[in-house]
């Protein structure tokens, strides 16, 4: 089971902005970075942001990460429909000695 | 950029093993975290283990009895084998490669799923 707590799911219009949570612990998100993946309906997960707020190539800027003590967050900037997907945070755990995924949310882009 | 090609049995028997490769292209095998990652229908995604050069291999607790991850740097493929399947071992299997330093740990380039299920 996932250690990493999301809001299942997260809603706006095009053009809204909508901010995504993930809650954790010392051992994942308190001790190391976090990282966010998006999941496209029926595709592989892609990594969209590493190390708290890094930007892989290609990912566009309206997508921006931070982390604050066992907390991080993913924020979403004039949502656009191509948006519209499942995201989950994921952390190394320390005490578990692996990798560590969040529960997931789904944005939907109304 | 690496590319991962996956492929395996999509459909086993109760109690039989699971056997999945990836192969890798456009990558060093060294340095890199060669990683399965699964996700039954519907659900979320769990880390099954890793297999690298620098630290051998890591598995999840909950899985760890059942898996082995093996690497064959000659021909740049890893595998995975999971014994002893159930029902709940349904899920899309991901390969990935994955990334580590002192406090970060992240996947970059993925395969593209393969569905096993488990069904007598």
């Known amino acids: 089971q996932s250690v990493l707590t999301q809001p299942p799911s997260a809603s706006g219009t095009p053009g809204q902005r909508v901010t995504i949570s993930c809650s954790a612990s010392?051992?994942?998100?308190?001790?190391?970075?976090v990282n966010w993946y998006q999941q496209l309906p029926g595709r592989a997960p892609k990594l969209l942001m590493y190390?708290?707020?890094q930007r892989p190539s290609g990912v566009p800027g309206r997508f921006s990460g931070s982390k604050s003590g066992t907390s991080a967050s993913l924020a979403i900037s004039g949502l656009q429909s191509e948006d519209e997907a499942d995201y989950y945070c994921?952390?190394?755990?320390?005490?578990?000695?692996?990798?560590?995924f969040g529960t997931g949310t789904r944005i939907t882009v109304l | 950029q690496v590319q991962l090609l996956q492929w395996g049995a999509g459909l086993l028997k109760p109690s039989e093993t699971l056997s999945l490769t990836c192969a890798v292209h456009g990558g060093s095998f060294s340095g890199n975290y060669w990683t399965w990652i699964r996700q039954p229908p519907g659900k979320g995604l769990e880390w099954i283990g890793e297999?690298?050069?620098?630290?051998?291999?890591k598995y999840n607790v909950s899985l760890r009895s059942r898996v082995t991850i093996s690497g064959d740097t000659s021909k740049n493929l890893f595998s995975l084998k999971m014994t002893s399947v159930t029902a709940a071992d349904r899920a899309v299997y991901y390969c990935?490669?994955?990334?580590?330093?002192?406090?970060?740990?992240?996947?970059?380039?993925w395969g593209q799923g393969t569905l096993v299920t488990v069904s007598s």
């Open positions: 297999i690298s050069q620098r630290r051998g291999t």
């Open positions: 990935a490669r994955c990334l580590s330093g002192r406090t970060s740990h992240y996947c970059d380039s």
């Open positions: 190390s708290n707020n």
């Open positions: 994921a952390a190394w755990d320390d005490s578990l000695n692996g990798y560590v």
């Open positions: 010392s051992s994942n998100i308190g001790s190391n970075t």
